[in-house]
């Protein structure tokens, strides 16, 4: 095996060190009632926000809502509409109270995330849009900032390696970094797995993961005359490949991150699928697929079959079926079949709050968390399967964290060009199978 490919697939001593980190992280999150205020741990926690749109304002009430000694005191996004939109939409919140961002502290443009970051915050919170969050991530841990990631934490295959480094160095500073891949922090989905894990189906053999809904949004159809194309495009960034990895990265990483889980986060040898564009609205929004359908390959015969599609007034399914020699899980449902019959049926509390539950008491415990390894992987995932949708060629996982192709534009400016164009009816290039190449 090469150097490169090597360095490529995590060590099994890395995957003991991630997957006990994150069991530290849980087993704290349980225990958070009785244990948060021990002696010399009741501080208060200055909590900064990177990315101030919907998810970004819901990770910052769920966060409030995990530690009540934490306070929301800055607020950075490339607009400064965001920024002075969602001081009054927090306040309002059942935490509201504990919202206390002063006009010093809402940082607006490009370098926003820089001037949070030094504005005295600990723990900062990063929800813009994914292109961004390898190197907001990397300027948390290297400023000795604890962080909240949301998913997908790249686009690309340099981003990843970006992550992973900076989630190698956030150990060695002892700092946490928690994943908002929440279903890992999942009550009933984590006693479902477990099972799976000891053995309940048997061998696994097979997975089926699905994530078909209706269309992604269109948050500003209508272009302000007085836009760049940057600007309208970072406004509007769900459609845009580079902004967001498309759909199959952006939402469909929680499918993948659940059968990456259930194989061990161990990756795949390699992958292949089809995948398009079949309704296209005019002008053209963007240039992601709306459907992918990847194939994951394991040298030992195990197959993952991914679907995802975004498309009006179809079926919609959003599942995670997982096939062993003894038996099947429903693993949505919290079900098992077969010789082993079991259903979950415990209280569950919101993952969505366990999440930053696990930040907060490893901080006030000092026995940090870092969920860098999985949260890469899972991305890179939903990665490989756009590189394979678009370009139409198997690949394998070396040759794939191995790519050069990096999607960021030449430089972050309101004037600067995008990494894509629209031709002269509006509409932009979409990849073609068969003819987009693999970098």
Known sequence: MSEKRRASFPSRRQLLHTSTAAGVGLLLSDRLAASLYAAGT??????????CGGRGRGAAVQALTADPKARLVALADAFADYVEQSVPLLKKTEVGDRVTVDAEHRFAGFDAYQKLIASG?????????????????????????????????????????????????????????????????DHAIRETMKRVHEGALGEVVAIQTTWNGGPPWFRNKERQAHWTEMEYQMRNWYPFTW????????????????????LHDQPPQSAWGTGGRQIRLQPAIGNIYDHHCVTYEYDNGVRVYSHCRRQANCANDVSDLILGTKGRCLLNKHRIDGETKWQFKGRNPLNFVAEHEALFASIRASQPINNGLYMAQSTMWGILGRMVTYTGQKITWAEAMNSQEDLSPKSYAWNAEPPILPDKDGNYPIAIPGVTKFV
């Open 243 to 262: 902004l967001s990895g498309d759909h199959n990265v952006e939402q469909h990483v929680h499918s993948l991150d659940k059968a990456a889980w259930t």
């Open 121 to 185: 915050v600990d723990v900062v919170l990063l929800a813009a849009p994914p292109h961004f969050r390898p190197a907001h991530l990397k300027a948390c841990i290297d400023a000795g900032k604890h962080a909240f990631a949301e998913k997908p934490v790249a686009v690309d295959a340099p981003g990843i390696r970006t992550v992973l480094a900076a989630c190698a160095q956030a150990k060695q500073k002892n700092l946490s970094v928690v994943s908002g891949l929440m279903n890992r922090y």
């Open 42 to 51: 009741d501080e208060t926690l200055r909590v900064g926000l990177v990315g």
